[in-house]
Each structure stands twice: as structure tokens, then as C-alpha cells.
């Protein structure tokens, strides 16, 4: 792990960066791969002037003859979004505007988030996968052909879905392919009225279920945990974050790339044991950073304030971070933080933080900690839009009526350290100021009795920074200082 706090100057300038930049497209290829005819069509229907076009480091190389042929076919003025705030998966709208944009074309692998402030319309890259050894894997992992399955996919191989299905569906009747619902294709915000809400019936008694970008519909009579999942796409954050949602349900995959197909394995108990483990964390933590993962997810705003108030309320500190890219370095700053949130998408939001040196958990997991009427069950929520009011999993928090009116503080016992932990709820906003609760006179000069977790943790601290000492350092003749740089001053020698 020390290797991840620093390394040496030799190492840097002498590191090796592995990038698969090579060019993936022939110029014949070109029109077709990135759909230039498509994306010229939406831009002169709706007259744009700038357009933002947003690629992944993987298609990067792409990226100017892609905006070679949009401008020579429109009248348009293309920006390309290369290095982006963030996740490559999410809209860097924050980027385009700096440039004015009027709209963003997002190409490659995208989560789906939901944005609001520009048009926008994705490019999915149409990567190859072998029907024949798809099926005939999913026929092998799926031997009872009357079995409820239902398919899901990483949008990049969405153009297959239905020729898979027609494979498919003379064997299985029951098999269902999840569809995309694609955020502002044509330039529209999709509102939440726009497509079916989560867990509403059709008119035919089946059940839609709209999550993730996906929507998929389930029989009358049967539940979610009633179906068995196939995904085709590569292991990583996307079946991650499949499987914590959907817990009780089977999964199997098959790799295009690898064109290998197997029963995932993984358990999801132990993993969310690990999350359970984050929460009992969160429990203990005294100050709590809240990263911003993301600018571009529509109510990332919103769940600020919740969290920030669910944090307070349960008498904690919190302090809010905007770092970009998260890593080891930038977080390992800040020593008195105990545990971090993450803001992002579903996909980003289930950050391994086994490297970092303090938990970061999800707002789900920090809602559990510190909303006493949320508590940890088999559901996980992943998009932090659920959790606002009117999600499908809002819960409010506890008001001073439930907490007995703030007289009783209810003990609770950690499960990590076995200490004892305070749960009482804090309600004047007042009390939970920046500098403290109370200040007494000791040995005449004043002291924090009952200061907030930050100013304990600086008190703790053997070195507190620099101290004016003002009459007590001897006044001295200014002098020339060293000369050089930081790492090798002119009198170090070599």
C-alpha cells in the first residue's frame, strides 16, 4: 500500500503507460461504425451550432475523423471531450459547457443516467459477437426450456439482441430481452413520466420494470426473483452492479470476447457481507466526506442535501469534496475524514476501497448508518434516485417525535469495536456549528471542552502546522534562502 501513498521522481519519468489507442475503424468503416449519417441528421433537425462529442480513452483515436465528417456534412462546430471529469460512462456535461455546446453525442459504453441539462444522443460501439456460441452456451446453462430467463446486456452489443431472440424464442416461449430506454435520443429529456415507473402494471397484468436504462416485462404471477439472468457482456462494474441489486436472482454471462460462458459464481452474500461491514463503519465514523462523483446525473444536487442532512441529523460532521478522479493519493490527504460517500452512477458507486485508506461506501450504505428507520435488509439500492422522495425506496428520517423528543439518548453497541455509540438524533441546527458546541475556562486559558470530531482529531495531532509564537521567536536579519527545485536544491550536490 505505501507504494500507492508515493513513489519516486525516476519512477514516473521512467513509467511505462500501457494504452490500447490503436485505431478501430478503416475510413470505409467509419460512417457506419460511429452512425456519421445518424448523427448528422440529429444535429441539423434540431439546428445546433456546437456540438460536444464525447469518446472514451479506447476510441480516442477516432476522434477527429469522426469530427471531420460531422463538420463536413453540417454546419456544425465540433468539440471533442477526450480526458472527462469523471467516469467515461456518464455525460461529461460539465465539459460541454465549458465550450457552449448546444448538445453532446456520447460514443461507446455508457450507464444511462438520467441528465438534464443538454440534449444528447448516444453512439453504442457495435463490437462483434458470435450468435452461434452464444446461443448454444445459453442452451447449455439453461437446459429447462420452460424456466423463466431474462436477458441482459452491456449496451454495446444491443444490435444483436434481437436476432439472439429470434434464435431463442421457438425454444424458450418464456425468455425476455431487456430494452434500452435511451435518455434525450432526439434531443427530448426523457421525465420520469415519459417511460413506465418501476413496479407498475400494464394493462395486460404484467409487470414492467424500468431500472438501469433497461426495461424489461415480467408475467403476471411472477416476481423479479422468480427469473433467472443471462448477460452477455464482460465481467466489471456493469454485472456488478446487477447482481447487488438483484440479489435473489440466478446469474449467468457469457463473454463475447472470450466467447466463454459460465454460472456466475461469485457470492453475492459475501459481498454484501463486505458492504454490511462498510455500514457498521459508517456507524462508528465521526466525520464523513462526501465525494462528488459526478456533475452530469440528473439530482446529484438533491441527494447532497439529503445526505447531508441525514449526516447531521445523526450528529456527525460532513465535509464535501470535488476532486475528479478518485485515488488512493487524493483521499489518503485527508486523515481526519473516517469514512467517505460517493456520489456517481450505479455503476461507479460500488467502488472497491480494499486499496484506500479509509471505507468509502454508497448513499444507500450511508443511509442505513445513520437513518434509524432505514434498516439493512435484502434490498440494495445502487441509484442514489431511489432514495430521494418519491423514489421507490425513500425513507424518511426519524423526526423528534419518534426520537422520544430529544430526551433519551438510546445506547447502541458497535459491532467492530464494541464500544458503545451514541444514536441520538441531533435537531437544532444550531448545535452542529463549525466550531464547536461549548468553550470553558481551564488553567486561564481557554480550551475546546466539547468540540466537534475535527477539531478533536487536530487537537490529537502532534504536529499542528505553523504557530505564530508572537513574542517568543528572536527577530532575525533576513537571509538568501536555497535555490533550485523542490527535489534537488542547488547545494544537495547529486
Not at 438510546?410 to 448545535?431: F, K, N
Request: charged letters at 25%; one cysteine or more; proline letters at 4%.
Amino acid at each position: 500500500m505505501s507504494e500507492a501513498f508515493s513513489s519516486s521522481s525516476e519512477a514516473v519519468l521512467q513509467r511505462v503507460v500501457d494504452v490500447t489507442g490503436d485505431r478501430k475503424a478503416p475510413v470505409e468503416n467509419l460512417h457506419q461504425l460511429y452512425q456519421i449519417q445518424k448523427t448528422c441528421d440529429f444535429i441539423s433537425q434540431h439546428q445546433f451550432n456546437k456540438v460536444a462529442l464525447q469518446f472514451p480513452d479506447e476510441l480516442l483515436a477516432d476522434a477527429v475523423a469522426v469530427s471531420v465528417a460531422i463538420e463536413k456534412e453540417t454546419r456544425a462546430k465540433t468539440f471533442v471531450l477526450g480526458d472527462t471529469s469523471y467516469g467515461s460512462c456518464c455525460v461529461d456535461e460539465v465539459a460541454a459547457e465549458h465550450v457552449g455546446a448546444d448538445c453532446i453525442v456520447h460514443y461507446g459504453r455508457a450507464c444511462l443516467s438520467p441528465s438534464r441539462r443538454l440534449p444528447l444522443m448516444y453512439v453504442f460501439d457495435r463490437r462483434p459477437v458470435d450468435l452461434e456460441k452464444c446461443s448454444s452456451t445459453f442452451r447449455e446453462l439453461h437446459p429447462d426450456r420452460q424456466s423463466p430467463i431474462i436477458i441482459l446486456y452491456d449496451v454495446n452489443y444491443a444490435h444483436v439482441i434481437d436476432d439472439l431472440l429470434t434464435l431463442l424464442t421457438p425454444e424458450y416461449p418464456n425468455v425476455v430481452a431487456s430494452t434500452l430506454l435511451v435518455d434525450g435520443e432526439r434531443g427530448e429529456r426523457l421525465d420520469d413520466n415519459d417511460v413506465v415507473p418501476p413496479d407498475q402494471d400494464d394493462d395486460g397484468g404484467d409487470q414492467v420494470v424500468c431500472q438501469f436504462g433497461r426495461r424489461f416485462t415480467l408475467k403476471s404471477g411472477l416476481g423479479i426473483k422468480d427469473y433467472r439472468m443471462f448477460y452477455i457482456g464482460r465481467e466489471g462494474a456493469i454485472l456488478r452492479n446487477f447482481m447487488m441489486t438483484w440479489n435473489g436472482c440466478a446469474f449467468s454471462s457469457f463473454d463475447p470476447v472470450t466467447a466463454m460462458g459460465r454460472t456466475e459464481s461469485i457470492s453475492v452474500n459475501r459481498a454484501l457481507m463486505k458492504r454490511c461491514y462498510a455500514i457498521e463503519r459508517a456507524k462508528d465514523a465521526d466525520v464523513v466526506g462526501i465525494l462528488v462523483g459526478t456533475l452530469g446525473v440528473a439530482d446529484y444536487l438533491a441527494i447532497i442535501r439529503q445526505l447531508k442532512e441525514t449526516i447531521r441529523r445523526a450528529g456527525k460532521k460532513s465535509y464535501m469534496f470535488a476532486m475528479g478522479k478518485l485515488n488512493v493519493a487524493k483521499l489518503a490527504n485527508f486523515l481526519e475524514i473516517d469514512i467517505f460517500v460517493l456520489i456517481a452512477c450505479p455503476e461507479n458507486s460500488l467502488l472497491d476501497s480494499g486499496d484506500f485508506y479509509k471505507p468509502v461506501v454508497t448513499p444507500f450504505e450511508m443511509e442505513v448508518a445513520c437513518n434509524r428507520n432505514r434498516e439493512w435488509s435484502e434490498e440494495y439500492v445502487t441509484d442514489f434516485r431511489h432514495l430521494l422522495p418519491g423514489g421507490r425506496s425513500h425513507v424518511p428520517l426519524a423526526n423528534e417525535q419518534e426520537d422520544g423528543g430529544g430526551g433519551e439518548d438510546e445506547p447502541d453497541v458497535s459491532l467492530i469495536t464494541g464500544a458503545l455509540r451514541s444514536r441520538h438524533l441531533t435537531h437544532d441546527g444550531s448545535v452542529a456549528s463549525a466550531f464547536g458546541s461549548s468553550v470553558v475556562l481551564r488553567n486561564q486559558a481557554l480550551t475546546v471542552a466539547n468540540a466537534n470530531s475535527a477539531a478533536s482529531f487536530l487537537s490529537a495531532r502532534s504536529w499542528q502546522g505553523l504557530e505564530q509564537k508572537l513574542g517568543e521567536t528572536p527577530v532575525a536579519k533576513a537571509t538568501e534562502g536555497r535555490k533550485g527545485i523542490a527535489i534537488a536544491y542547488e547545494d544537495e550536490g547529486t
